[in-house]
């Protein structure tokens, strides 16, 4: 299930890019002045604004709705991780009391070196 959302996630997200690019910008409005008037549009005069706009704000719905699901599937996973053996703080904690109490190299003693390796003099 999860693969199938983020596989819509990824769809959606390069329909909001190719929607945004297929957009005019303010700019273009001059240029029709100029003859490039509405008879070239394909949704008409004030058509393609609103239905891209449209198209555009539902493709943008779909892209949270989506990332709000992968978030609840990675919160799902990640209390899933809790389980699989790892321990816990009481554990980890116990053991590090234990392994204080063993004994440990002291810096007073001089390390002795092997016979058989000639010192240099």
Known sequence: MESIVLIVHVLLAAAI???VLLQQGKGAEAG????GGASQTVFGS???????????AIMAAGVFATSFGLAVFAKQKAESVN????PAAEVIESAAEIQQG????????????????????
């Open 32 to 35: 029709a002045a100029f003859g």
């Open 17 to 19: 890019v190719a929607l």
């Open 102 to 121: 063993l004994p440990a190299l002291e810096s007073s003693q001089a390390v002795q070196q092997p016979s058989d390796i000639p010192v240099a003099e």
């Open 83 to 86: 389980d699989a053996g790892i």
């Open 46 to 56: 004030q058509g393609s604004k609103s239905f891209l706009g449209r198209l555009t």
